[in-house]
């Protein structure tokens, strides 16, 4: 394959995932959610908004847990990588008082994101914008800390993509990583939340990781299989779920449409015969 049939290809990778997330009717979905709530988007917090934002295992919660490894300051610019609606950068510009920039492929999520911004009064403070992962155009050494959750499983090109966040972070700034990785054999089941067939997943082992981070130069600095937690999570919102009568207000059932529940079980499964799990790794560029 030449150069530009290769370019050509990426191309239509980019936009299968940009399609594949685009879900007409999410802001409004979202504002109907809110209305339920009882908010309106002058009233709604940044906590309110948690279901439907945080895209990934485990939420808020996760993000939380996450968010802690990276020690974040008021003075920090951090990355979030693929950062969706935006819902981890508004947490962490809330919770740990620094500048967030968010980055991601799919135009729809980061349209919605801004607005989610401006109603909770963070545009001053979070900002998103469209782009590839792969092609961040930011200065070399522009951020503190950067972090990525849930949005390798989209991406081939780890060492691409660790090298380009290298370049991106100052001496001593840390990456942090919570993906979906493969830890087992059995076949994966599709849909999954991150795409709809196998030919779109990009899912990677832990060693691919390690593997890439290493040859950008990153040293790991811890790693933390979060199954028992993911478990444990899912176990609470399948409660909650049947308790409720159905999904709350907000939910990821609004970010995945009609697919939610089949994408949700094929992950949940997964995640309990262990052919896949959340993991966290945190790395550091060198001072
Ligand atoms: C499962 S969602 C997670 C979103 C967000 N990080 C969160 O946790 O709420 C995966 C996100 O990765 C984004 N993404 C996938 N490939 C990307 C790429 N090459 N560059 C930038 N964003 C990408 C998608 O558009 C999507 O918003």
Redesign the pocket.
């Known amino acids: 394959m030449n150069a530009t049939e290769n370019s050509r290809g990426a191309r239509a990778e980019?936009e299968d995932?940009?399609d594949h997330?685009t879900r007409a009717g999410l802001l409004a979905a979202i504002e109907d959610g809110v209305a339920t709530l009882g908010k309106t988007p002058a009233s709604v917090s940044v906590e309110d908004l948690a279901p439907v934002?945080?895209?990934?295992v485990g939420g808020r919660e996760a993000s939380e847990a996450f968010l802690d490894q990276l020690g974040l300051t008021p003075s920090d610019r951090v990355l979030?990588?693929?950062?969706?609606?935006g819902?981890?950068a508004r947490f962490a510009a809330t919770r740990d008082g620094c500048h967030v920039t968010g980055?991601?492929?799919?135009h729809g999520?980061v349209s919605t994101g801004r607005t989610l911004c401006d109603w909770v009064g963070l545009g001053d403070r979070v900002s998103l914008q469209q782009?590839?992962?792969?092609t961040m155009p930011f200065e070399a050494d522009a951020f503190d800390a950067a972090y990525m959750?849930?949005?390798g499983m989209?991406?081939a090109d780890k060492p691409a993509l660790c090298a380009a966040v290298h370049r991106l972070l100052r001496p001593g700034g840390r990456f942090g990583i919570y993906d979906l990785m493969r830890t087992g054999e059995e076949p994966l089941q599709y849909p999954l939340?991150?795409a709809s067939l196998a030919a779109q997943s990009r899912v990677g082992t832990p060693s691919d990781y390690r593997a890439a981070m290493a040859a950008a130069r990153f040293t790991l600095v811890a790693e933390r299989n979060r199954r028992d937690f993911a478990l444990d999570f899912f176990a609470r919102l399948r409660a909650r779920t049947a308790a409720a009568g159905g999904p709350g207000p907000l939910g990821p059932h609004l970010v995945m449409g009609d697919t939610a529940s089949i994408r949700l079980r094929h992950l949940v499964d997964a995640i309990a015969n262990s052919s896949l799990a959340p993991v966290e790794m945190i790395a550091e560029k060198a001072q």
């Open positions: 980019r995932i940009a997330y934002d945080e895209f990934h979030d990588i693929g950062c969706g609606l819902g981890s980055l991601d492929l799919t999520f782009g590839n992962a792969l959750l849930h949005v989209n991406i939340p991150w």
